[in-house]
């Protein structure tokens, strides 16, 4: 019993080393393919990340339903930290990113009576940088969201 128990932790040793070069490994592809995050995180936000580990999605969760509450409320200063930390936890997750963005420019940031325009400007390089066959029902519904929203200002 006693040697069986010294080959799985010889083998757990073993596993922990071949991911340590595999981890050099990818870490050093995602350099060359630019994927590399330039955030730097401070050793207190890489221990909670290790402690969350496979908890990290319902952290994320938990902490979209605080953007939505503090948006549904009117509190948009309470919504950038929160994205922030969804954006440590997952970084490879775009839409963090995009809803980000669109609350620093919609919500947070403009002016009643710029509100309209900016969405607009917006809304013209989205077209330009998308491809207008596959995404053709979505500029649809977003220019019609436009008009609804030009017609309330």
Known sequence: MMEKNWIYIFI???SYICLGFLQVSID???????LKSPIVLM???????????????IAVDILWLEIEKSWHSGQHYKI???LKAISYLQPN???VW???????????FAKEAE???????????MKEKMDFKENLGIILEIEKGIKKIKEKI
Not at 43 to 57: H, M, Q, R, V
Not at 98 to 108: D, F, L, R, T
Not at 115 to 125: A, I, N, Q, V
């Open 43 to 57: 050793p207190g936000e890489k221990a909670g990340s290790f402690i969350l580990s496979g908890f990290k999605g």
């Open 115 to 125: 509100r309209g325009r900016r969405l607009e400007r917006m809304f013209e390089r």
């Open 98 to 108: 995009e809803i980000g963005a669109w609350h620093m420019a919609y919500n947070i």
């Open 28 to 34: 050093y592809q995602r350099e060359i393919e630019n």
């Open 12 to 14: 757990a040793i073993l």
């Open 93 to 95: 997750y775009t839409t």
């Open 80 to 82: 950038l930290p929160s």
